[in-house]
């Protein structure tokens, strides 16, 4: 990595301001007196930093006066280029946002919660090689972050999602307004007393039932080649991960934040130009009544954008994998509006039900609605179950 680095500092020297290296600087010091795992951070911010002035460089000699129809001056073949330049940039980021969301600021709300404050600073410094490798023999992903296989450091590592009472930290972290946020910076959470989770803290070696494994590597490796009760256990964890890349997640996040032409990451700038380029195209092949991209792509009645239509012009330009037929589902809406809607045959104590209905809005479990009914002597275990069958099944047909 010595010549990589070197020619980095080239970049910054000849490139970079003296105030953005003065702070770039005291960060690559501060982490390379530390641990290897620590020091191959600093390697990779000297990196990035380096690949970033070498593209604001390029873009500063390459920049064009500004039009008002960017047709005027882009082709077809350089704004499909451009577009998946944008998303290599997009899907970075998204990576990153997705593993904080799934593995960091979990695992962070995790140890807080157990009154343990030193471990999220070791699962930065050393736990998360340990997910990456995992994340990168299984799925085949690589983040922008790069694991240090041979570390032989797993403190801040463990089986979070396993733990307690761990489904409504979940239930917080997947939703999109959370996305990528820090966990003190989600109003839920900020509400959440000591031992909220659980108090087992278990090593991933431990939990998984693989034998300790004395590095990243190994560790990645053994996941492979072990037994299926111990992939099942670890699915969760990548099922997590990949609820962030779903269609519905991924298409509605990155049509969000490319269309705000946000000056605070420049290399996303020009998306909407771009795609307004290709639209054009779009639009002849594929029978759009639509004159431009942003009416396409925005549902105006519902105020959101159509995920569907998104997905689309994304599977057109070869960033999405599969097309979804437009037709077909507004055929299935319409069959569905006609659906007769069935009736339950209920015949029990209003008094039952009403306070049954409150329960279950609530978020009570079954047993939960049955124990304070009873406590209440609103009727007996039949009569109360039957009255929870309605209930659900009123709140599914609202």
């Known amino acids: ?21 003065v702070a770039k600087l005291s960060g690559v010091t ?8 620590v020091q191959r951070q600093a390697f990779d911010l000297v ?9 604001s460089s390029r873009k500063k000699n390459t920049e064009r006066p500004a039009v008002v129809n960017a047709s005027d001056t882009m082709s077809i073949e350089d704004a499909r280029e ?13 990576k990153l946002m997705a593993f904080d969301s799934a593995f960091r600021e979990p695992t962070t709300a995790y140890y807080i919660d157990q009154n343990r404050m030193g ?21 085949g992903m690589q983040l922008p972050l790069l694991p240090l296989l041979n570390d032989t450091g797993s403190g801040g590592t463990c089986a979070f999602w396993h733990a307690p009472r761990t489904n409504k930290l979940w239930a917080e972290f997947k939703k999109p307004e959370n996305f990528g946020r820090k966990f003190h910076a989600i109003p839920a959470l900020k509400r959440l007393k000591r031992n909220s989770f659980g108090s087992t803290i278990m090593s991933q ?9 004395p ?20 699915a969760l964890y990548l099922e997590r991960l990949c609820h962030f890349f779903t269609k519905e997640f991924f298409c509605a996040k990155a049509i969000a934040v490319l269309m705000q032409e946000n000056a605070d990451n420049p290399q996303l700038l020009g998306f909407r130009s771009c795609m307004e380029v290709i639209f054009t195209e779009y639009r002849t092949k594929e029978g759009v009544e639509e004159e431009t991209f942003q009416e396409y792509v925005y549902d105006e009645e519902n105020s959101r954008y159509d995920i569907d239509r998104v997905n689309n012009i994304l599977w057109y330009v070869g960033i ?55 406590g209440k002597k609103l009727g007996t275990g039949a009569e109360i179950f039957a009255a929870v069958r309605e209930a659900n099944f009123r709140k599914t047909a609202t």
């Open 1 to 21: 990595r010595r010549p990589y680095m070197t020619l980095g500092f080239q970049y910054w020297m000849h490139l970079g301001q003296p105030d953005e290296l």
């Open 205 to 213: 070696n431990d939990f998984f039932g693989v034998k300790f494994q």
């Open 30 to 37: 501060e982490r390379g007196a530390r641990c290897l795992s």
């Open 119 to 139: 471990y999220p600073k070791y699962f930065t410094n050393h736990g998360l090689n340990w997910w990456l490798a995992s994340i990168m023999s299984t799925l």
């Open 320 to 374: 999405t994998k599969d097309k979804v037929d437009i037709k077909e589902r507004k055929q299935a809406r319409r069959e569905s509006k006609k659906q007769p809607v069935k009736r339950s045959g209920y015949k029990g104590s209003k008094e039952l039900l009403v306070e049954v209905e409150k329960l279950v809005s609530e978020g009570k479990s079954q047993m939960q609605i049955f124990h304070a009914c009873r």
């Open 82 to 94: 451009k577009c998946r330049e944008i998303f290599e940039e997009y899907i970075d980021l998204h």
């Open 215 to 234: 590095s990243p590597l190994k560790f990645a490796t053994a996941m492979l080649s072990e037994r299926n009760h111990v992939k099942k256990k670890f």
């Open 47 to 55: 990196v990035k930093y380096a690949d970033f002035l070498v593209w």
